[in-house]
């Protein structure tokens, strides 16, 4: 069983910087492929980006140039750096794991809210 508890969050001015951690325990996440999402009020969750064990990385647009995910295997933990923050990145974000081989994130933590003031 893996436990994901994510930290890091709060409220910043637009603009502002939030970096974002997930502290994982339970079992080694070195072979798993990692992500961040994020649920704001009224919308679907989303992937805010995604790690996988080989290091590329993916983003959704909406954050791209802005987001930076990263991972240290060695300390199993899981960063998400948002810069430039916007009031619409308002949301519950939330980190999550699945097997590199599969599609399902079986893995979740249970979240951390982060609010842009503008």
């Known amino acids: 069983q893996v436990q994901l508890v994510e930290s890091g969050g709060g409220l910043v001015q637009a603009g502002g910087s939030l970096r974002l951690s997930c502290a994982a325990s339970?079992?080694?996440?070195?072979?798993?492929?990692m992500g961040w999402f994020r649920q704001a009020p009224g919308k679907q969750r989303g992937m805010v980006a995604q790690?996988?064990?080989?290091?590329?990385?993916i983003y959704a647009d909406s954050v791209k140039g802005r987001f930076t995910i990263s991972r240290d295997n060695a300390k199993n933990t899981l960063h998400l750096q948002m810069n430039n923050l916007k009031p619409e990145d308002t949301a519950v974000y939330y980190c999550?794991?699945?097997?590199?081989?599969?599609?399902?994130?079986?893995?979740w933590g249970q979240g951390t809210q982060v609010t842009v003031s503008s």
């Open positions: 790690i996988s064990n080989d290091g590329s990385t």
């Open positions: 999550a794991a699945r097997n590199t081989a599969g599609t399902i994130y079986s893995y």
């Open positions: 339970g079992r080694t996440l070195s072979s798993k492929t």
